[in-house]
């Protein structure tokens, strides 16, 4: 079902969108683990937060989760079992409370929205706006228990942000190795994603799809692997004042 638009008239006599309500129903629904989390299993029970997950990896929309998600995947030799695409801060929050290794990926304010009304147009942008603040305002408390990456860094190392995961949590994930011929082949399986294959349901679930195993197998990985303690939380820094604050200090 689409989403529905709401229009009323302005002074010059344009029809101005107020944007989709079930848009604002997810915001809401989507702080609350308790709320959240069982309706989400309900949906696509394979790449929600459950029991048994190793990693949660994941952030707001259109910050480069889709690029983390399958350079994680395509780099490991065995099966992760991994949350992923769900953009909501209440897996997150739940993700941090048990413990669970977390990867954030974060991205500027004016960037995202941007990218997220090209991809969904029936969103309004002050919706994206107070939908985006409401995602930082609410993963803020866990921020010393999870690992933040940029969109730059995600994006040209991802094999650096894999390491600090594996040094926070003590896991031994192997590292992308983040060179043009690994790159490539990542974007590629993003386009190919997008057009919906039959790998697809396999990508939503915990392990690496056969499809991607095969286009991966010529790929220059690296074979070691990072683990040990993890370090001590450095000093809580000021409260931020605003939405690209608050992302900052995460």
């Avoid at 944007?19 to 997810?26: K, W």
């Avoid at 399958?70 to 780099?75: E, T």
């Avoid at 915990?206 to 370090?231: E, F, K, N, Q």
Wanted: charged share 25%.
């Amino acid at each position: 079902m689409g989403a529905t638009i709401i229009r009323i008239g302005d002074p010059a006599g344009r029809r101005v969108p107020l944007g989709s309500p079930r848009h604002a129903l997810r915001r809401w629904v989507s702080g609350y683990p308790w709320l959240y989390l069982p309706l989400a299993r309900w949906k696509n029970a394979h790449s929600v937060l459950r029991a048994h997950t190793e990693l949660v990896l994941d952030g707001f929309t259109r910050s480069a989760g889709t690029f983390a998600a399958i350079a994680f995947q395509i780099a490991q030799n065995d099966h992760v079992r991994m949350a992923h695409h769900m953009h909501a801060a209440a897996p997150l929050i739940a993700a941090a409370r048990r413990g669970v290794p977390t990867l954030i990926t974060v991205r500027e304010p004016e960037p995202t929205i941007l990218s997220a009304l090209m991809r969904e147009p029936r969103v309004a942008p002050k919706q994206w706006l107070k939908t985006y603040a409401a995602f930082y305002e609410r993963i803020l408390p866990v921020r010393f228990d999870v690992v933040v990456a940029k969109f730059e860094e995600v994006t040209s190392d991802f094999g650096a942000v894999t390491r600090r995961l594996n040094e926070r949590f003590a896991t031994r994930f192997r590292e992308f190795d983040h060179t043009t011929q690994n790159v490539e082949a990542v974007f590629a399986l993003i386009e190919e994603r997008a057009e919906g294959p039959p790998w697809q349901p396999l990508f939503n679930q915990w392990r690496p799809p056969d499809h991607i195993a095969r286009r991966s197998r010529g790929m220059a990985l690296p074979s070691r692997s990072y683990g040990s303690s993890a370090p001590r939380r450095s000093a809580r820094p000021r409260r931020a004042r605003s939405c690209n604050g608050i992302k900052t200090q995460l």
